[in-house]
């Protein structure tokens, strides 16, 4: 049933200011009062008791690929089963990268994407629009999809021959955007480095999985980290860097940050809570971890969590590129160049990062809150409507039980692939309902939410 007003009473509400157990007056799918605890059980609305739970906001995933072209064929989630595995894990969010087509515009990116993700995803969700080519008309195009909603766009200093923009196309996407008020989301790694070492690699006869580490050490990232913030400064421009990996480059955009650069990141779970070691795995079971940037050695795990402590980076994203081993990590099995990169998660982001950061206590609640929630969304131009339990704002909230244990498995995942990057894992806490806008769409590791709820939101940068 569709029930979008009600109590939710005396739950460890997570709130920016800090946890407070409270009662929150849902009404229409908004959050219409925040009260202290009992004070909302008389409304004559339904109650549902959360005493003893942990109440926040839907997680905000702001780095997803649904049924994006890949390698050969496509990430194997749509934007049903995708926001579905999402939603299950308590995201009530994405913004989804729509990439440019070979011999397309943005607007076509955008408008291909649109018509995949309507009535198809079952959480509200936006675009990022990946330009992979500049052509006549790019820096209009640009302004459109800004005043349309879409205040973000994604580059790549790496894949030549393929996205990989140069230098000066860095600079000049990055100068367009810089005057049309847009945000560029960047992937920092040395194209140019990688692709060679990766082919002495592979004349070696070294082929294995194991080898994509080896292509793409750390420098290769926090060179073009470095690389990126200098050509963003000349442009006077802001940047945002996607999945960092290394302890490098968070020190690179600390830097930045600190002579005043407008410059951001994200990193991903995997990157926190794995590290190279699964390399290791006996035949061709690596390639499960082929996904780029790689892991890396604990001390960047490290490295990661002190940025995040000291707000280095502010958010943590999936980077949900799902691709089966069976059928498409497998066309790499002689030479993992071929290996399509990418790993699925936004179905666990949320809880292997309550697991670490609030259970294990490396970060505490309200942090963990702002990594996984608020910052996505207020870097994305979603904020206060999303990522926030503030009066006024979506009632997207999740439950979650502080007691419970999640397990991960392929088996039981309703991400639509055949492996998980945390498979076996038992995570500290169990979510026990999700609400969209007020309304089920998950409930103790089920999906019982309408199909086609999704939302296309609309987003403004300040
Ligand atoms: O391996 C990854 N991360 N694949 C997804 C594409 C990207 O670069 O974000
Ligand atoms: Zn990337
Ligand atoms: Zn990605």
Redesign the pocket.
């Known amino acids: 049933m569709k029930q979008t007003s009600f109590v939710l009473h005396g739950g460890t509400v997570a709130l920016p200011g800090g946890e407070s157990v409270a009662d929150i007056v849902v009404r229409d799918g908004r959050i219409d009062t925040i009260t202290s605890s009992g004070a909302a059980e008389h409304l004559g609305l339904p109650v549902v008791n959360v005493a003893g739970k942990v109440v926040m906001p839907g997680g905000v995933d702001v780095?997803t690929?649904m049924d994006?072209p890949?390698g050969i064929g496509h990430?194997t989630d749509t934007h049903r089963t995708g926001t579905i595995a999402a939603a299950v894990g308590g995201t009530t969010t994405i913004v989804d990268?729509a990439p440019q087509p070979k011999e397309g515009t943005l607007l076509d990116a955008y408008g291909t994407w649109s018509d995949k993700a309507a009535g198809e995803a079952v959480i509200d969700y936006s675009f990022h629009v990946t330009a992979s080519h500049l052509y006549e008309g790019f820096a209009s195009d640009l302004a459109t999809l800004v005043t349309e909603g879409i205040p973000s766009f994604?580059v790549?200093m790496?894949?030549k021959g393929d996205v990989m923009l140069d230098d000066g196309e860095l600079f000049d996407v990055l100068r367009n955007a810089g005057r049309k008020g847009a945000q560029i989301n960047i992937?920092a790694e040395n194209g140019d480095v990688i692709d060679r070492i990766a082919a002495d690699l592979v004349r070696e006869g070294m082929t294995a999985p194991k080898y994509h580490e080896l292509a793409r050490p750390a420098q290769t990232e926090v060179e073009a980290v470095r690389r990126a913030i200098a050509i963003a400064e000349m442009a006077e421009a802001p940047a945002y860097f996607?999945?960092l990996s290394t302890e490098g480059a968070v020190e690179e955009v600390a830097a930045a940050r600190q002579r005043g650069l407008p410059i951001s990141a994200e990193t991903?779970t995997h990157y926190l809570t794995l590290n190279r070691s699964v390399y290791d795995a006996p035949g061709f079971d690596a390639a499960k971890y082929?996904?780029?940037?790689p892991l890396r050695e604990q001390e960047h795990v490290e490295g990661l969590w002190r940025g995040l402590k000291t707000g280095a980076v502010g958010i943590v994203s999936s980077?949900h590129?799902p691709l089966c081993m069976h059928g498409q990590k497998s066309l790499g099995r002689d030479d993992f160049r071929k290996i399509?990169?990418?790993?699925p998660g936004v179905e666990h982001r949320l809880m292997v990062l309550y697991d670490a950061a609030v259970a294990q206590g490396k970060l505490g609640l309200t942090r963990f809150v702002e990594v996984a929630a608020a910052e996505p969304a207020r870097s994305a131009g979603l904020y206060p409507r999303k990522g926030v339990i503030a009066v006024g704002s979506d009632a997207d909230l999740v439950i979650i039980d502080p007691n419970g244990t999640t397990t991960v498995s392929a088996d039981t995942q309703y991400q639509h692939v055949d492996y998980a990057l945390w498979e076996g894992w038992t995570l500290n806490g169990a979510i026990n309902q999700v609400y969209s806008r007020g309304v089920l769409v998950a409930e103790d590791g089920k999906f019982v939410g309408p199909e086609g709820h999704g939302e296309f939101v609309r987003r403004f940068k300040n």
């Open positions: 780095h690929h994006a890949s990430t990268y994604k790549f790496a894949y992937h996607v999945h991903c082929v996904l780029t940037p980077d590129c399509p990169n990418g790993g």
